[in-house]
């Protein structure tokens, strides 16, 4: 019996992943001759420990385990993250690559710019035309097609503060409300 379809391994994981607190981003169902290959791609709010997909790859392969779908063909389970170069199609990876670089399509133009909050179906894109910074709306429908952009220098503070500001030196991910501001001891003071 060959490896189940893609509709059905997302089927028996959909519940799985959700409960460990991860969202399934894709599955890629590979039949290979007699071996063949099951790819889980998860990814959740706060990112990913590494060290916690070998226990995730546990319970996944346990689930196989106990339906007969997989027959004895033998088959490679690999689970991973999202790549730096998956494109961006629903809000929540928006939400989560706030303050990167993004190489953003529209239906009649095509630009870079750095991803800024979220507001409900809409992103704000800091741009820089002729050296200058500004924001623009963009409707999430709209997007053909979004990718991350792989930076070799850090940002300017006004490009990220017009991205929304950082949290401990990173983009902020999604909830403002969490960014705690710490005021400098006073001068003179031992705290």
């Known amino acids: 019996m060959p490896v189940p379809s893609k509709e059905r391994v ?77 494109p961006l199609t629903e809000a929540r990876h928006w939400r989560r690559s706030r303050g990167r670089k993004v190489r953003i399509e529209l239906a009649d133009a095509k630009f870079e710019g750095r991803i800024g909050e979220l507001d409900g179906n809409s992103v704000t894109v800091v741009i820089k035309e002729k050296g200058v910074l500004s924001t623009r709306s963009i409707a999430l429908a709209e997007v053909v097609k979004a990718v991350v952009q792989v930076e070799f220098s850090r940002p300017t503070a006004e490009e990220m503060d017009l991205a929304g500001g950082v949290v401990g030196s990173r983009p902020s991910p999604a909830n403002t409300d969490e960014i705690v501001d710490v005021e400098a001891p006073e001068e003179g003071s031992n705290k």
């Not at 028996?12 to 791609?41: C, F, P, Q, T």
């Not at 997909?53 to 389970?77: C, H, K, N, Q, W």
């Open 10 to 86: 997302v089927e028996l994981l959909v519940d799985l992943v959700r409960d460990r607190g991860y969202d399934l981003e894709d599955v890629n169902v590979v039949a290979a001759g007699k071996h063949s290959a099951v790819r889980i791609m998860v990814d959740r709010e706060e990112g990913i420990d590494l060290d916690a997909l070998p226990e995730l790859s546990r319970e996944i392969s346990d689930a196989f385990d106990a339906v007969s779908d997989f027959g004895e063909a033998p088959y490679t389970l690999e689970v991973t993250t999202p790549g730096i170069d998956r």
